[in-house]
């Protein structure tokens, strides 16, 4: 029967029943596959969010806000548009966002399959397999947090309302002051 509690031996049986580690040396190669799984685990997860965001910000905005009440009764949908509409070909970038959605599922597969694996390692009961994996998901993250940090900045950047107030920001406070006034019906604003 297999103990249901930690234990530090150099004795244990990882996964399939070739990977049976008797002695030291068998013990640290099999707690550093294990950490470099662990590694490889941690940069998947943050590849996955960094391709997610990719593929978010190649796609252009196709929604806008309209605030005006005669524009939302323009674009409410009508009798007309209850006609069936001839299907568009796939344009590049639908092909592009399919392949993406390949690629994710796929490397989704692997990210499961190997979380499900390195539990099973941990679910050994070995004290030092499971150090190893606890050093290894540290590693991993440690290694592959910069490139989660560039992919919000990368988001944060081309989303911020700060690059449409630096529109605002080049018209003068003048003009700002023209047209609070004008809307608020003092006056017309003076040509320049």
Same mark, same amino acid.
């Given at each position: 029967?297999m103990?249901?509690?930690?234990q530090?031996s150099?004795?244990?049986?990882?996964?399939?029943?070739?990977?049976?580690?008797?002695?030291?040396?068998g013990?640290?190669?099999?707690?550093?596959?294990?950490?470099?799984l662990?590694?490889?685990?941690e940069?998947?997860?943050?590849?996955?969010?960094w391709?997610?965001?990719? @593929?978010?910000l190649?796609q252009?905005? =196709?929604?806008?806000?309209? +605030? %005006?009440?005669? /524009?939302a009764?323009? !674009? #409410?949908?009508?009798?007309?548009?209850?006609?069936?509409?001839?299907?568009?070909?796939?344009t590049?970038s639908?092909?592009k966002?399919?392949?993406?959605?390949?690629?994710?599922?796929?490397l989704?597969?692997?990210?499961?399959?190997?979380?499900?694996?390195?539990m099973?390692?941990?679910m050994?009961y070995n004290?030092?397999?499971?150090?190893?994996?606890?050093?290894?998901?540290?590693?991993g993250?440690?290694? @592959?947090f910069?490139?989660l940090g560039? =992919?919000?900045?990368?988001? +944060? %950047?081309?989303n /911020?309302?700060?690059? !449409? #107030?630096?529109?605002?920001?080049?018209?003068s406070?003048?003009?700002?002051?023209?047209?609070?006034?004008?809307?608020?019906?003092?006056?017309?604003?003076?040509?320049?």
């Amino acid at each position: 029967m297999m103990a249901m509690t930690f234990q530090v031996s150099n004795n244990v049986t990882l996964l399939f029943d070739f990977w049976d580690v008797h002695g030291p040396a068998g013990m640290v190669l099999s707690v550093f596959v294990v950490l470099l799984l662990t590694v490889f685990y941690e940069v998947l997860k943050v590849w996955r969010v960094w391709l997610g965001n990719g @593929s978010k910000l190649s796609q252009p905005a =196709t929604r806008s806000c309209r +605030t %005006d009440s005669s /524009s939302a009764l323009d !674009s #409410s949908p009508s009798e007309s548009s209850l006609t069936p509409i001839e299907p568009q070909p796939p344009t590049t970038s639908t092909r592009k966002s399919w392949l993406l959605h390949v690629i994710q599922t796929l490397l989704h597969i692997v990210q499961v399959t190997l979380g499900y694996m390195l539990m099973l390692c941990v679910m050994s009961y070995n004290t030092w397999i499971f150090l190893g994996v606890i050093i290894g998901s540290v590693l991993g993250y440690f290694i @592959s947090f910069p490139l989660l940090g560039q =992919t919000c900045i990368v988001q +944060t %950047d081309r989303n /911020s309302p700060t690059s !449409s #107030s630096s529109a605002s920001a080049a018209t003068s406070p003048s003009d700002e002051d023209q047209s609070r006034s004008s809307a608020q019906g003092g006056g017309s604003p003076s040509p320049d």
